[in-house]
């Protein structure tokens, strides 16, 4: 997996976005430019966490493997051997899905 090769820093996560299925509305074919970016993903590479004022290390609330719900317009798209992914802030993952 290319994503192994980037580890982000401090609450940083890196995501890959879940593909959604063909979208047909009426019928018609919307083509990829057109389409919403998803909004879910996977994390596959998360940071040590954040330093508070002290010093000391906030722990991650998410990890790699989880499938989370991310803002529409959140983080930036890099990709990486052929690869895109999305590397955002913690605050910008909204929920993770069970």
Request: glycine share 12%; no cysteine; proline share 5%.
């Amino acid at each position: 997996m290319s994503a192994k090769k980037i580890q982000p820093l401090a609450d940083r996560v890196v995501v890959r976005a879940l593909e959604e299925g063909e979208q047909m509305r009426g019928g018609l074919y919307i083509p990829d430019t057109a389409k919403e970016k998803p909004q879910e993903g996977e994390i596959v590479a998360v940071g040590p966490g954040k330093l508070n004022d002290d010093g000391d290390r906030i722990p991650m609330e998410v990890g790699e493997g989880d499938r989370v719900l991310y803002g529409k317009y959140s983080g930036t798209e890099v990709t990486v051997d052929g690869d895109q992914l999305l590397i955002l802030r913690e605050s910008d993952v909204l929920a993770i899905v069970n």
